[in-house]
């Protein structure tokens, strides 16, 4: 049972390259999130789905872009990465939106220079 | 002002000492998650509670609503539980349950 898979664990980009950061889970979550981490604050929302074609923004959505295919997949697009979005990013999945426990993918730490 | 806000940021604690770690949140809440990050960075959920009181083993997680505060509370503290914790407020209305953290709580317990 593998859980929440992230790809990449690392990733250096320079501003400007594009790149996406990939989610699956075999759990058969309906609710799959993305969140950053960035020193000093807590975990901010990036983008949410709540199902199979259905995506929403959260908290801090601005130079990412998402898509939700099938209930596995929730891929993260870094349209034009910034120095900015330099950050830790989390995979997380539920059965729901408000249904216990959140399963977090092991994150991908992304530098951009 | 944050709308969740942990105390105290950073803690060290001798083994078998009794830890609290304190969570107050300033929104409506449909409920409260705690979760705990290791050295590696990986996250695990340990509770999500709304009302009362859930313990896991030495983990026992408390919450008053009418204060809007929540507890961690480590028994018989051990090195192995040297994490981040972090607290989560799972908030009503417009968001529909999506989650605002805390900036965590980093523990390091001592041999």
């Known amino acids: 049972n593998a859980g929440v898979t992230q790809t990449p664990k690392f990733q250096v980009l320079k501003t400007g390259q594009s790149m996406t950061l990939q989610c699956a889970q075999d759990m058969n979550h309906e609710y799959m999130s993305w969140y950053r981490q960035d020193p000093g604050m807590g975990l901010r929302l990036i983008h949410y789905s709540v199902g199979a074609g259905i995506t929403d923004q959260g908290e801090v959505p601005n130079g990412y872009n998402v898509s939700r295919s099938t209930t596995e997949d929730f891929p993260l697009r870094l349209l034009s990465a910034a120095p900015s979005q330099t950050s830790v990013y989390f995979c997380a999945s539920s059965y729901t939106r408000v249904s216990p426990p959140l399963h977090f993918g092991n994150g991908t730490r992304l530098t951009v220079t | 002002k944050n709308e969740v806000e942990q105390s105290p940021q950073n803690l060290t604690a001798q083994e078998g000492e009794f830890i609290t770690i304190n969570c107050s949140y300033s929104?409506?809440?449909?409920?409260l998650h705690w979760l705990q990050q290791h050295p590696g960075g990986g996250i695990v959920s340990l509770f999500m509670l709304s009302s009362g009181k859930k313990k896991h083993g030495r983990l026992i997680a408390t919450i008053n609503i009418q204060e809007k505060h929540s507890s961690l509370h480590i028994t018989a503290s051990h090195p192995r539980d040297s994490a981040v914790y972090i607290c989560a407020a799972q908030n009503y209305g417009g968001s529909q349950g999506n989650l605002i953290f805390g900036k965590g709580t980093k523990l390091s317990v001592k041999p």
């Open positions: 929104v409506g809440i449909s409920a």
